[in-house]
Each structure stands twice: as structure tokens, then as C-alpha cells.
């Protein structure tokens, strides 16, 4: 993107000061990194930049408004509704393509949507090592709004924890030990003391849950939630409460907002950087250029389900239209240089919501092949996580 500092990083990039950054990650925190990471962070032009400010603020203002709350009322599962929804999530992102026009102008693509938490902890840790390691001009960062790495960590503790003692407060997850975020989970558990539980080890009194630390029973007060409730029915783990029920906890972001600010909100928001998007279910006739489109499950995750050579006698033989999505393709730009061809880029914008939306980080994911999934990137180099980084 900064032809300049592209330059610079590649001409100076060395496997040993690669392999020095890897190590120094995966030695770092309990867990290493279940992932692959890149070997270079995205140098984001200021314009760049801007025009994903803009496309988050148009977004930000659908996802928090009153009408878009109303259009989400049926989003959630019934079987998977839990009581005690709040007005807003306190973590939701937006995951963008980035594409070219004809013009040879970049600009953001919206892909994704999420209310629920993405790598927010460890990904303080990468930007550190990646500085550590790596000549990084000192005016460039992952964080917005002049957001330095000590306020993020504040922030980070004010909407998990919030007045409550971390004693009292667990990452929840099913077999946190065994997830591909598990490094999340000790990244989040350093900066701030939250300890990682899985779901099958909360134990019910009346309302109250507890947890087992030590030999002892810990009440707890409020739930830092990583647990994909659509997974549990995929799963062997029983768990010693009805998630349907009233108890006093608050959970941090209540799980309704994983279903309400998701695929299942594209059809709904619009604007210049959102790709047209259906409801399966509301098609009486299809798009006559189907191979512009994929097909998305509703309610799946990790790319899960998506289908993306999609014909009319594909679309004719789903039994169950509602729980799909017709999506616009988009087509990402090749973008960064590397030493073997271009890697493309898909960029996540991370919010806080704390009384108002804050955007405070980002990540990114580069690939090289059909989609951006690990199987598309099998030996290939370049490609995985990593960040933005921009002027400040």
C-alpha cells in the first residue's frame, strides 16, 4: 500500500528475524498460536484508511440504531435464545475485502459482520512483537483514535470486568484448552486476570454460578463470552445449567448479538461499501448471474457451509431457504507485494461498545488462494494473520 515502506520492509526482511518473531509469540503466553502467521503486517495508506473509517461510521449507525434492532428481532434461534439480551454488544467487527476499481483506486468491501469478540487480547501482544522484531516506523499503529497500547489494555479491562473483581469474572468457552483462539484466551487472561472456564465445569446454586479454583467454589459475576452457542449441539459436553433460564450473571457480550449482528444482518444494511446481499427465502426468481453470487448458511461459522460456484439447481434443492443467504461476490485485490506474487487481504475493524461504539484495533488476514481459509493456503508464504498499521 506505502510503496516506500513496502519496500523498505521487504529488502530487510530476513527468515531468521521471521522465525525470532514466531518463537517469541508462541513461547510468550500458555498457549502458542494455533494459526499461521504472516511474515508481513499491511502498511495502510492514508487513503485507504479513510474510506474504511467512512464505510465503518455508515455501518456503526445501522448496527446501533432502533430499525436495525427491530429487523433483527427473529435472528436468534429460538432453541438458542437466552433471556436478559442487552441493548448493544460491547464487542462487534467488521470484516472488509479489500478490491480494486477500474481506476486502480483501493477501497473496503464489507464481507462480515460479527457481535461477538474476535482476537482482542492477543492482538495487543502481536503489534509489541511485531514492532519488537521488525523495523516499524514509530508514527505507525493497529490502534485508532490516538489510542495508545496502555489505554487499549484499560479499555479492554473497563468493558470486561468493569467494577467488578476479576476474581469474579471468567472467559467462558467449550474446551478453551482445544479452540484455534486458545492464544486469545491467555493473552486476555494476562492483560487482565480473567480466568478461561469451559462450559462444562460451571457449576448452578439456585441463580448464582460458580467455579472451581483452587478447591474452591468462586461465584461468578459476569461472563467474558467466547462460546458459539450453535457449537454446543455439536458437541458431546454436558454443562450443569439451562442456558434459558434467569441467572445472576451479565455476560460480556450477551450471546443473542452473535446471531442479531451477523450474516444475518447483510440483507438489511446498505450503503456504498456493503455488496448486494438476499434472503434466500425472499427470492421468487434469481439473479440472472448466479456465478457473481455465493451462497452462505445463515448460521455457521469460520466460512463453514459457503458455496461459492453457485447454480439455479443448487439454489432449487435447498430444503430450507430461510436459514441461507445469496451474497454478491466480491473480488479481492492482489495487494501486498511479496517475493513470490501478490497476497490479498481481508481486514477486520474491531469495536468496543462502553456508553458509546469505539473503534480501538484491527487484524488482518492474507492469502493467496480461492478464499482466505487455511485450505486455500497450503504451503504458500506471506499469508495468514497479521495487521494494519497506519500513519498516526
Known sequence: MITE??????SEFTQEKYEAFLNDINTLLKYPADFRISETPLFLSDDLKNKLLTACDELCRQVTSNDFKLKMKDAVPPHLHIPGETDHSEFFVFDFAICRNESGEYYPKLIELQGFPTLYGYQYFFEHKLKKHFN????????????????????LRDVIVGDADP???????????KQKTRIDFAATEKLIGVTQVCISDVIKHGKVLFYK???FEIPIERIYNRVIFDELSRTEKNFNFDLQEELNVKWIPHPNWFYKISKYSLPVLKGEFVPKCFYLRD???YPNDLENYVL???FSFAGLGVKIDVTKQMLDEIKDPEKYILQEKVEYAPLIETPDEFAKVEIRMMYFYDKEPIL???????????MMGVDFNKNKTWVGGS??????
Not at 476474581?167 to 484448552?177: F, G, K, Q, T
Request: no cysteine; charged share 25%.
Open 213 to 215: 479454583k483452587n478447591g
Open 136 to 155: 516499524i516506523p514509530d508514527n505507525f499503529t493497529s490502534y485508532f483514535g490516538r489510542i495508545t497500547p496502555e489505554k487499549y489494555v484499560e479499555m
Open 360 to 370: 480501538v484495533n484491527n487484524l488482518v488476514r492474507q492469502s493467496k488462494g480461492k
Open 283 to 285: 427470492l421468487t426468481s
Open 167 to 177: 476474581a469474579n469474572v471468567i472467559l467462558l468457552e467449550i474446551e478453551p484448552e
Open 387 to 392: 495487521a494494519a498499521l497506519h500513519r498516526i
Open 5 to 10: 515502506l513496502r519496500k523498505k520492509f521487504n
Open 296 to 298: 452462505k448458511p445463515l
